[in-house]
């Protein structure tokens, strides 16, 4: 293989698609430029600037929950979108938050030059879906992603799985912070109880995952285990008053006392001890190996990877003990992954920004933005739900998507006007991977926009 | 855009795709051709206790707690049905379709799938199969694969992606509002040529040029501005844009509709509350179905259905976990309803699938067979070999449809 090909393969494969003379910069060692992006946290971090702290989002949370407490009562008079729009005020600097957080990631993919970096952390926020599209975990989605995500990417899986669970976002997104042990002090008391909602898509889709051998009561179990686990809010700060809004609390009256059994294997610890002892345990599985193996490889090889790479990954990862950079270092060294073939069809927000990072665009315009997003049916941090955006072209090529994919390209098209070289810019970003036929195809257009329209719906461009 | 025929006979001619049956069905007029199958999916998993409330069992309020509903004809009260069944309050289309004979209810049914996952219900319910995996397509795109080729057997999804149990149909396309300015004919012509050999992209943009026709042809881009809205308040847009592709001439024999939202871990509510707001936008949705459906809905059958049900109690946050057991509806003009079909087990402590669920008496894919046998004439050997391959003694309930 040329070392050109290679350089196209590690910008648009493992990277976010290539900018104008990026290829030329990967190009003189390839795996090395890939390599280069694990260890370093700089690859990974970003200035928050004026983005919320955890903290801020707690606190704006707060208000929200405040000022729509009095609109509750006598909503279901209201029609369904009368009482969408009651809350829609409140709900305003929530959004508002997103918006910012949208704008920041897509600068931040836009420029990085660490996009193999980036991608990585695209793949394991995802992996950890804390979706705004709850109200209650809204303000928390991107910086979930700064302060657990891009700060856990140099560490093992068992640290961002504690850190991840043991994050407002997460806590509240399924529904943990509330959930009471029914013996334990508050839950004697009141009328309140356990929700096994966090626990339960823990096991399922974040460790071992559906096939991975545990039971119902193992959820109830494991849900057992993290009461307690809430964060400081309105009402649980007087039961810590040391705790500032947004921290992480372990409630002591709401855990369940008592040894807990999982797997199969005992746990007596006690406080907040006993569910991370678990959450290390389940880490370490075989079951979590082979899930997230096999997750990594469907998202950079193909939908249906071969089976020697998905093995090759789990070792890794067994052998490391779960320690993230050997395993994407793993990534890197696979025969599969560097197949000439491109075989994955590009998300919507991977085809949306390497569409972007083809003209090179310094800046882009925030207007219109989400809107875009929307259309082509991805819009940043609003997973359905949690197991996070789908990875395979069954999911994203349907027939109303590419058409979408079409309309929004077309629109991109025009707007960058009409002195376009499209047949050096998919040059510029694909290198030898751009076909004959598909080079023929722009040189005959009728006009620039849509020689360019088609080098971004060509067959090797919808794909990576 | 370009009268739609143009577009699309311009294709045609080219030989760029082929249309499986439907160029054909165009000039059939039988009946059967024009039976009209809806399958609505509840994703999140609805708690038919909440829907349909069997407020009559001797459990059901000791069993419900602050999720129970209030009786006929009290402050908030269910909508009375027989057998100590009401319907909920937000309901109140379903109701007259009930009253009318237009809606059956099974009480207590499920897939065969036993576990508590959302995906792997999905992708039960939508395969058809008996585990998860069993089947890499769906049961409907099966069922349409399996009709004579003389009827028409297309689809629409009003979704951006397909969803499964429409996957494995040469017909089956997906079809959601847009906002942006439609591509132009020439550069779609260009791509559909730049997609020869490409089995994804290729049959994927022929199946969309195809249904935009229909769908432009109405004038539908661009109406739905709130029909982008996520919740329930886009039910009803989703459904109108279902119902005037199903009622288009040459429309489509079925339609997939999914509504989100029915994850209700927290402040579920009873007569009012999140769960009530949902069934409030499906109610919504179904009666703008009906409307815009107009004659058709005399021969159209609507089947409304959920990966699972919810935990019969309520949990420590006013909410309900995964459970088993959930109601399903089948709806329409073509329906023999006013009446329940499968067994009711009961909510008695004893009688709880593994003690917190309802205990599901009926397989839910004998509903679909019902729908397939008895309103499109599938024969029993397809079903069993084609569509529904390992049900084992799974069949139809007898009587749901006007045959």
Not at chain 1, 130 to 135: D, E, F, L, T, Y
Not at chain 1, 224 to 251: H, M, N, Q, Y
Request: hydrophobic fraction near 45%; charged fraction near 20%.
């Amino acid at each position: 293989m040329t070392a050109t090909l290679m350089a196209s393969i590690a910008v648009n494969r493992f990277g976010l698609g290539a900018r104008p003379g990026e290829l030329g910069a990967a190009g003189a060692d390839p795996k090395a430029w890939l390599a280069r992006q694990l260890k370093d946290k700089a690859s990974f971090a970003v200035k928050p600037g004026t983005l919320p702290t955890t903290r801020a989002a707690a606190l704006a949370l707060g208000t929200y929950l405040d000022a729509i407490k009095d609109k509750r009562s006598g909503a279901g008079k209201l029609s369904p979108e009368a009482q969408e729009d009651a809350v829609l005020k409140p709900l305003k600097p929530l959004r508002d938050i997103l918006m910012a957080e949208i704008e920041a990631r897509t600068l931040r993919a836009l420029t990085t030059e660490t996009s193999f970096a980036e991608r990585l952390v695209l793949f394991w926020s995802n992996h950890f879906t804390v979706s705004a599209g709850k109200a209650v975990s809204l303000p928390f989605a991107g910086v979930f992603e700064r302060e657990v995500i891009r700060a856990g990417m140099t560490g093992t899986f068992a640290d961002l799985l504690v850190a991840s669970t043991r994050h407002p976002g997460m806590l509240l997104y399924l529904d943990q912070a509330q959930s009471i042990g029914p013996n334990s002090v508050a839950g004697k008391r009141r009328d309140k109880g356990l929700n096994e909602n966090l626990a339960r898509e823990i096991l399922e889709l974040q460790t071992l995952g559906a096939q991975g051998g545990y039971t119902q009561a193992d959820v109830t179990e494991f849900a057992k285990a993290l009461t307690g686990w809430s964060l400081a809010g309105a009402r649980t700060r007087k039961l810590v008053p040391t705790a500032e809004p947004g921290d992480f609390v372990f409630i002591d009256r709401f855990h369940e006392p008592g040894a807990r059994t999982v797997m199969g294997k005992r746990y007596a610890e006690k406080d907040e001890a006993q569910g991370e002892a678990i959450l290390r345990d389940l880490a370490g599985h075989p079951s979590t190996a082979q899930r997230l193996a096999l997750k990594l490889a469907r998202h950079f090889i193909s939908d249906e990877p071969p089976a020697a790479a998905v093995e090759a990954l789990a070792k890794s990862y067994r052998a490391s003990g779960g320690h993230l950079p050997s395993v994407h270092d793993t990534l890197i060294s696979l025969e599969a992954a560097w197949q000439p073939e491109a075989r994955k069809f590009k998300s919507p927000n991977e085809f949306f920004l390497s569409a972007l990072r083809l003209a090179g665009l310094p800046k882009i315009e925030m207007k219109g933005l989400v809107a875009a997003y929307g259309l082509l049916g991805q819009v940043p941090y609003q997973a359905p739900s949690p197991e996070g955006w789908p990875d395979d072209a069954a999911s994203w090529a349907g027939p109303d998507a590419v058409i979408k994919r079409i309309e929004w390209a077309q629109a991109y098209s025009e707007r960058l006007g009409s002195k376009l070289r499209p047949e050096d810019m998919a040059r510029g970003a694909l290198g030898p991977a751009l076909s004959a036929r598909t080079a023929q195809s722009i040189a005959r257009a009728e006009g620039a926009a849509q020689g360019l329209t088609l080098a971004l719906m060509s067959p090797e461009f919808q794909r990576r | 855009m370009l009268p739609l025929l143009t577009r699309r006979a311009a294709l045609l001619a080219t030989g760029a795709f082929a249309l499986a049956g439907s160029a054909g069905a165009l000039t059939l007029s039988s009946q059967a051709g024009e039976r009209k199958f809806v399958l609505v999916i509840l994703r999140g998993a609805m708690d038919g206790l909440a829907a349909a409330a069997p407020y009559g069992d001797t459990h059901y309020l000791a069993a419900r707690g602050k999720l129970a509903l209030a009786g006929p004809g009290e402050t908030n009260g269910v909508l009375p049905l027989t057998e100590g069944f009401g319907l909920h309050p937000n309901l109140a289309f379903l109701h007259s379709a009930w009253t009318s004979g237009a809606l059956a209810i099974v009480p207590a049914c499920a897939s065969p799938y036993r576990e508590r996952s959302h995906f792997d219900a999905q992708d039960v319910l939508e395969t058809g199969a008996s585990a998860v995996f069993g089947a890499s397509d769906g049961w409907l795109g099966r069922a349409l694969n399996a009709m004579p080729p003389e009827l028409k057997r297309d689809a629409v999804a009003i979704s951006g992606a397909l969803p499964l149990v429409l996957r494995g149909s040469a017909s089956a396309t997906s079809w959601a509002p847009s906002f942006a300015p439609s591509a132009s004919d020439d550069t779609l012509n260009r791509l559909m040529d730049l997609y020869a050999g490409d089995d994804v992209l290729g049959p994927a943009l022929a199946s969309a040029i195809e249904t935009s026709a229909i769908a432009s042809g109405s004038g539908m881009d661009g109406a739905e501005g709130k029909g982008r809205r996520a919740g329930p308040g886009a039910y009803k847009g989703l459904a109108e844009a279902a119902s005037r592709l199903l009622s288009a001439e040459g429309g489509p024999a079925a339609a997939v509709l999914s509504f989100d939202g029915w994850d209700t871990h927290a402040n579920q509510g009873a007569a009012n509350g999140q769960l009530a707001l949902r069934l409030a936008g499906l109610d919504a949705a179904l009666r703008a179905l009906k409307e815009g459906l107009g004659k058709t809905w005399s021969n159209t059958v609507v089947a409304v259905v959920t990966e699972f049900g919810r935990t019969v109690s309520e949990n420590g946050t006013g909410g309900t976990d995964h459970g088993t057991g959930s109601t399903a509806f089948l709806l329409g003009g073509a329906v023999s309803g006013g009446k329940f079909a499968g067994d009711w087990p009961g909510l008695a402590p004893k009688a709880l699938f593994e003690g917190r669920d309802l205990r599901p008496a009926t397989d839910i894919r004998s509903l679909f067979m019902s729908v397939l046998q008895d309103h499109w004439g599938l024969d029993r050997a397809a079903l069993g070999k084609r569509v529904f391959p390992d049900a084992g003694g799974v069949v139809a309930i007898p009587g749901l449809v006007r045959t």
